[in-house]
């Protein structure tokens, strides 16, 4: 009932920025929580960034000051701002939203992935 699709991704250098886009559709009154979770090679999935309807924000340690997760609810869709980037920041970045006002591995909907590439 509700899609998520991910845009946004690609390779940029060190230092540089992206700015990555999620647009939901379907039921997406039924939404709470959306965010970003990104997962690298032999890594375990983090998750990165959420907000909730409220607008209530939440970042990981490593990215806090340097990117900025946004919503716009009349469009459906969440924003991560990527800033200052770097080559640990290489990884698939996975949207994912849930009726509830918190995310989880287990949340109802994920989109499928976008490719986000730093090079050193």
């Known amino acids: 009932q509700v899609q998520l699709v991910e845009s946004g991704g690609g390779l940029v250098q060190a230092g540089g920025s992206l700015r990555l886009s999620c647009a939901a559709s379907?039921?997406?009154?039924?939404?709470?929580?959306m965010g970003w979770y990104r997962q690298a090679p032999g890594k375990q999935r983090e998750l990165v960034a959420a907000?909730?309807?409220?607008?209530?924000?939440y970042y990981a340690d490593s990215v806090k000051g340097r990117f900025t997760i946004s919503r716009d609810n009349a469009k459906n869709t969440v924003y991560l701002q990527m800033n200052s980037l770097k080559p640990e920041d290489t990884a698939v970045y996975y949207c994912?939203?849930?009726?509830?006002?918190?995310?989880?591995?287990?949340?109802?909907?994920w989109g499928q992935g976008t490719q986000v590439t730093v090079s050193s």
């Open positions: 379907g039921r997406t009154f039924s939404i709470d929580a």
């Open positions: 994912a939203a849930d009726r509830s006002s918190i995310l989880s591995s287990r949340s109802g909907y």
């Open positions: 907000i909730t309807s409220g607008s209530s924000t």
